[in-house]
C-alpha cells in the first residue's frame, strides 16, 4: 500500500518522480525576483561580470560589420549558478568514468520509475474494473469515471474535424491543395500532463539549451532546424546571426526532372594552378590550438589578425557545464520523458487514423515508388564500403592481373604481389569468403578490438595496406579502382548514394595532399558520392611511438594544410579540387574506450598536452570544432572564390559515457549513431526539438553494441526524431550488392515499417546528407528547404504531404507549448538549485 503523505493525486506523484532532486514539498516562489539562495553571496559581482558579461549570448569577437545588439539575448545563461553547474558536471563526468557498474544512471529515466509503477498500478486497476464491471456494472461503472477523472493522461480527445489552430500556424500559406486528414489535439488546462509551474522550468531549461545550440552552428556556419530557429525568435530574442541562410541558389523549376544535369566537364579535369583563385598572402599560426589568420606573413600579431569568431574555451566549458546539469535536472527529465511518450502515442494515433489516407496518396503518383526514390548512405567508410564478396573477386583478379606488380617494401626490398601471396602460402584458388574473414560475426559482440582486426583481410594486415590504403607503395591504386567499381555500382542504380569517410590520421603535414593526390590522380569521383573526413581519435597511440610531441601538432597537422589551400589554393592545387566535395568531418574510435580526464578549465592546453593518455571526447571534438569555424569563416569571405564551408558529423552516442552526446548537441549539424539517447530523455527531447540527424545503422550495432530488437530506431521515428538509415561497414555486415537496400529491407520487416515510413526514411537522408542545395531541389522538389508540407514534392520523394504536415504540424505545437510558457511566465532568470543535486550514488 502507498503511504499519503497529504496533499491530492498529483502531488503524491511528483516526490516519487524527484529522485535525483531535493525539492519535496517545498513550494516555489512565483515572484520574478526569485532569491538565489545561499550560492548568490559566494559570488562576488565582479566575477559575475567577468565570466558572464552583459549579453552571455555576445561572441567573444565579433564579425566585422556584425552590430554587437544583434547578439543580444536576455537570458542569462551565466549567473552565479556557473560554479553550482561546474561543481555537478565535474560529479557526472567523474562518475561517467568510473561507471559501468551504474544501474540507473543520473540522466536517464530510472526503470524503476514511479511514472511506470503508476501506470502498471493503473493498468492493473482498469483491467480490475473491466472486468468487475460484469459483475457489478453500477457501482464500478462510477468507479471507473471517478478514477479517469483524477488521470490526465485520459484527457486524450479525438477531434475528427480539423483543428482551426494548427491550421492558422502551417496550412495558410500552402497553395497546393493538400489532402484532408485526421488530426488528434488535446484540450483542457495543464494539458501536458505537468503542473504549469513545472511546465515553466523544464520549458526555460530547453529554451536555454536550444539557444546554446543555436549559437554553436550559427557560429560554424552549420545550419540550424528553421522551425526551431523561428519559435525561438518568437521569444523576441536575437542570436547571432551569420547569414548562413542568405545564400541564394539558382531555383529549380517546379517542373525540374528529378535528375540533377550532368556536368560536361570531370570536376578533375582542369588542374591547372593558374586557373585557380591566386594568393591572398594571409598568414596562420596556432594559438591555444586553435588556427589564427592574419592579413601578413612577417607581421603575425593582433595588429594583423583577421576577425575570424569561434567560441572561446572558457565559454564551451561554461555551456558544457549548463547542459550537463540541465540533463540530470529531475523535473526536467520528467518533463522531457512524458513529452516523448505523448509523441509517440500521438503518432500511433497518427497512423491509426491516416494510414490508409497515406497509403492512397502514394499510390496515386504515377511511376515513383521506394525503389526510384533517392537515398542517401548517410554513414559509410570508404575502406569498407564493398561487400566481402566484391573485395575478393578484386584480389583474385589483381592476383592474376598483376602478379609482378611490387606492392610493398619488406626489409628494404620491394615484393611482389605473387611473393605476397606466396608467403601466406595462398594462391587465387585458395582464397573463399571465409578465408578472407572480414565479416563481423558474434565474436565481435561488445568487443570493439576483434572487430577492428577484422579490417585485415585473411587477418594479415599487409593485405589491408596494399588493397584497403590510399598512402602505400602503390599510391592506393587498387583502393581507387575498387571505389571506382562501388561508384559505378551506385550510378547504375541510379537512386542510391554515398558519403564515403576518408581517414587523416594528423600524424604528418602531407597527409592531406596525398590524400587529395589519390583522389584526383586516380580520378576518383562520382556524382553520387560525396566525401566526409574521418579523424581517429588516436593521439595516444602516436604519443606512445613518439610520433607527435603534443596534441597541438596533431591539429596542426590536420588544419594546417586546408588553411594553405583555402588562403593559397595555387600552393595546394589538387587539395584545392578535391576538397570542393568533401562535406565535412567525423571523428571515429571506440566510444566505449575508458576516459581517464575531465575537459575543464584546469586541462592542459593542446600544446601543452604531452602526455600519452589520450584527451577525452568532448576534447577532441572542441578543438575539431573551433578550427573548423575558424576556418569556414576564412572560407565563406572567400565564398566568390568558389568555397564550399565543412560541417562537424561525428559517430556519437555508440557507446561511452553521456558528455558526447552532449557535445554532440552543441557543436554538430548531425551525428552517427545516437544509440545512447535512448538513456538519456532530456537530451532525446532537445535532439527532436532541434531536428538534428541521427545516421543509423541497425545491423552494425547489432554485431557490435545492441542487439537488433533492441534497437531504438522505430521508437525515435515514431517521435520524430530525424533519423535516416544507413550501412556502416557493407564489408563487415552486410551480404548483397546493394547494402542500403538490404539495410532498409531488414528495418522494414522486422520493424513492419510501412511504405511511407521507409520512404520517410529516404527523404530524411537527403535532407541531412551534404549534397548541395541544388541537387537536393531536383531530388526532393524546388522549395524542399522550406517548412511543412510545401517543402514536400510527393512526386519525387514519394512520401505523402499527409505525413509531413503531421511532422511539421506536431513539431510546431511542441515548440509552442514550450515557447508559450516561458512566454507567458516572463524571462526571469531560472530558479534551478533546488533541483540541481545528484542524490547519493546507486548502489
Ligand atoms: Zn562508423
Known amino acids: 500500500t502507498r503511504c499519503r503523505q497529504g496533499g491530492g493525486a498529483s502531488s503524491a506523484e511528483e516526490p516519487l518522480l524527484a529522485q535525483y532532486d531535493n525539492e519535496q514539498g517545498k513550494p516555489k516562489p512565483k515572484s520574478p525576483f526569485r532569491k538565489r539562495g545561499s550560492l548568490q553571496s559566494t559570488t562576488s559581482p565582479a566575477d559575475l561580470s567577468s565570466v558572464s558579461g552583459p549579453n552571455p549570448l555576445k561572441p567573444q569577437r565579433s564579425l566585422p560589420g556584425t552590430p554587437s545588439s544583434a547578439t543580444h539575448c536576455p537570458i542569462d545563461l551565466r549567473t552565479s549558478m556557473e560554479e553550482k553547474y561546474k561543481e555537478i558536471a565535474e560529479e557526472l563526468f567523474t562518475r561517467s568514468m568510473a561507471e559501468t557498474e551504474m544501474r540507473s544512471a543520473p540522466y536517464e529515466f530510472p526503470e524503476e520509475s514511479p511514472i511506470e509503477q503508476l501506470e502498471e498500478r493503473r493498468h492493473r486497476l482498469e483491467r480490475q474494473i473491466s472486468q468487475d464491471i460484469k459483475l457489478e456494472p453500477e457501482i464500478l461503472l462510477r468507479a471507473k469515471q471517478d478514477f479517469m477523472k483524477i488521470d490526465s493522461a485520459a484527457d486524450l480527445e479525438l477531434i475528427n474535424e480539423k483543428s482551426v489552430e494548427n491550421d492558422d500556424v502551417v496550412i495558410q500559406e500552402k497553395e497546393v491543395h493538400i489532402e484532408e486528414f485526421q488530426r488528434v489535439s488535446i484540450s483542457g488546462e495543464e494539458k501536458c500532463g505537468v503542473p504549469f509551474t513545472d511546465l515553466v522550468d ?36 536575437k542570436v547571432l546571426d551569420m547569414g548562413v541562410y542568405d545564400v541564394a541558389e539558382t531555383p529549380v523549376d517546379a517542373d525540374a526532372p528529378v535528375h540533377p544535369p550532368v556536368s560536361e566537364t570531370h570536376p578533375y579535369d582542369n588542374q591547372d594552378p593558374r586557373s585557380m583563385p591566386g594568393d591572398t598572402e594571409y598568414g596562420c599560426k596556432m594559438v591555444g590550438g586553435v588556427l589564427h589568420v592574419y592579413t601578413k606573413k612577417t607581421n603575425m600579431d593582433k595588429s594583423t589578425e583577421l576577425d575570424l569568431p569561434y567560441p572561446d574555451l572558457k565559454e564551451y566549458i561554461a555551456d558544457l557545464n549548463v547542459m550537463m546539469a540541465l540533463v540530470i535536472n529531475g523535473p526536467v527529465k520528467s518533463f522531457c520523458y512524458r513529452r516523448l511518450q505523448y509523441l509517440s502515442s500521438k503518432f500511433q494515433m497518427h497512423i491509426l487514423l491516416n494510414e490508409m489516407k497515406e497509403l492512397a496518396a502514394q499510390k496515386k503518383v504515377p511511376h515513383r515508388d521506394f525503389y526510384n526514390i533517392r537515398k542517401v548512405d548517410t554513414h559509410i567508410h570508404a575502406s569498407s564500403c564493398m561487400n566481402q564478396k566484391h573485395l575478393l573477386r578484386f584480389i583474385k583478379r589483381a592476383m592474376k592481373k598483376y602478379p609482378e606488380e611490387i606492392v610493398h617494401i619488406e626489409h628494404g626490398r620491394g615484393q611482389t604481389l605473387k611473393e605476397v601471396f606466396e608467403s601466406m602460402n595462398l594462391t587465387a584458388f585458395d582464397l573463399s569468403v571465409d578465408t578472407l574473414d572480414m565479416h ?28 584497403i590504403k590510399t598512402d602505400n607503395h602503390v599510391e592506393g591504386k587498387y583502393f581507387a579502382h575498387i571505389i571506382k567499381e562501388v561508384m559505378a555500382d551506385l550510378e547504375e542504380s541510379k537512386y542510391q548514394n554515398s558519403e564515403l569517410r576518408l581517414s587523416i590520421y594528423g600524424r604528418s603535414r602531407d597527409e592531406w595532399d596525398k590524400l587529395a ?27 606512445t611511438k613518439k610520433q607527435l610531441a603534443n596534441f597541438q601538432e596533431m591539429l596542426e597537422n590536420i588544419f594546417m594544410p586546408l588553411f594553405e589551400a583555402t588562403m593559397n589554393p595555387r600552393s595546394h592545387p589538387e587539395l584545392h579540387l578535391f576538397l570542393e566535395h568533401v562535406v565535412g568531418f567525423d571523428s571515429v574510435d571506440d566510444e566505449s574506450k575508458p576516459e581517464h580526464h575531465i575537459f575543464n578549465l584546469d586541462s592542459p592546453l593542446p600544446g601543452d598536452w604531452t602526455e600519452e593518455d589520450n ?39 555508440e557507446a561511452g559515457p553521456i558528455h558526447h ?8 549539424e548531425n551525428i552517427s549513431h545516437g544509440l545512447l539517447l535512448r538513456k538519456a530523455p532530456v537530451l532525446q527531447y532537445l535532439y527532436y526539438l532541434a531536428q538534428i540527424g541521427i545516421a543509423m545503422s541497425p545491423l552494425s550495432n547489432n554485431s557490435l553494441f545492441l542487439s537488433y530488437h533492441r534497437n531504438p530506431l522505430p521508437e525515435y521515428l515514431s517521435r520524430g526524431l530525424m533519423v535516416s538509415l544507413s550501412t556502416d561497414d557493407p564489408l563487415q555486415f552486410h551480404f548483397t550488392k546493394e547494402p542500403l537496400m538490404e539495410e532498409y529491407s531488414i528495418a522494414t520487416q522486422v520493424w513492419k515499417l510501412s511504405s511511407c515510413d521507409m520512404c520517410e526514411l529516404a527523404r530524411n537522408s537527403v535532407l541531412m546528407s551534404g549534397f548541395s542545395q541544388k541537387v537536393k531541389s531536383y531530388w526532393l522538389g524546388p522549395s524542399y528547404y522550406k517548412e511543412g508540407p510545401e517543402s514536400n514534392d510527393i512526386r519525387r520523394t514519394n512520401v505523402p504531404d499527409i505525413r509531413v504536415a503531421y511532422r ?15 512566454h507567458t511566465d516572463g524571462l526571469d532568470p531560472i530558479d534551478e538549485e533546488d533541483s540541481l543535486t545528484m542524490g547519493p550514488l546507486p548502489g
Open 808 to 822: 511539421c504540424e506536431t513539431l510546431s505545437e511542441e515548440l509552442q507549448l514550450i515557447t508559450h510558457a516561458v
Open 517 to 543: 593526390q589519390w583522389a584526383v590522380g586516380h580520378s576518383v569521383y562520382s556524382d553520387n558520392v560525396r566525401w566526409l573526413v574521418q579523424v581517429p581519435r588516436l593521439f595516444d597511440v602516436y604519443r
Open 202 to 237: 523544464a520549458a526555460k531549461c530547453v529554451v536555454k539549451a536550444l539557444f546554446i545550440r543555436e549559437k554553436y552552428i550559427n557560429y560554424s556556419l552549420q545550419s540550424f532546424c528553421k522551425t526551431t530557429a523561428h519559435a525561438l525568435q518568437e521569444l523576441g530574442l
Open 440 to 467: 563481423a560475426d558474434r565474436n565481435t559482440f561488445h568487443r570493439f578490438d576483434k572487430f577492428n582486426s577484422k579490417y585485415n583481410p585473411i587477418g594479415e594486415s599487409i593485405l589491408r595496406e596494399i588493397f
Open 661 to 668: 552526446l552532449v557535445s554532440g548537441f552543441m557543436l554538430t
Open 615 to 653: 584527451p577525452p571526447y568532448s576534447y577532441y571534438l572542441y578543438y575539431t570544432y573551433a578550427n573548423m569555424t575558424v576556418l569556414n569563416h576564412l572560407r565563406r569571405e572567400n565564398r566568390r572564390r568558389g568555397f564550399n564551408t565543412f560541417v562537424l558529423r561525428p559517430h556519437c552516442g
